[in-house]
């Protein structure tokens, strides 16, 4: 069995955590509102009911739109949380 940590994450509108990455896997679910995601090359917005998986090691950041700012679950699939930030 594993162990994994959950947080629930409401940045303020054009807010979000700058460019980081963990050594395990994350699953973010958006509960609501629009979310620009960069992960690696790849740039995507998320809107409430997607699910994105971010693999371990894989650069990554986001940012809540200001018109919808996003509500989301991000289940980081180890017992403790554990970020190196990249910017």
């Known amino acids: 069995m594993s162990l994994a940590k959950i947080c629930i994450s409401q940045p303020e509108p054009?807010?979000?955590?700058?460019?980081?990455?963990?050594?395990?896997?994350?699953?973010?679910?958006?509960?609501?509102?629009?979310?620009t995601w960069t992960v690696g090359d790849v740039v995507r917005e998320a809107r409430a009911g997607d699910v994105l998986v971010v693999r371990a090691g894989e650069a990554h950041k986001f940012v809540s739109s200001v018109e919808e700012p996003v509500r989301q679950i991000d289940i980081h699939l180890n017992p403790t949380f554990e970020t190196e930030w990249l910017e």
Not at 18 to 29: A, G, K, N, Q, S
């Open 14 to 35: 054009g807010g979000g955590p700058r460019l980081h990455r963990h050594d395990y896997d994350e699953i973010v679910y958006v509960i609501s509102g629009r979310v």
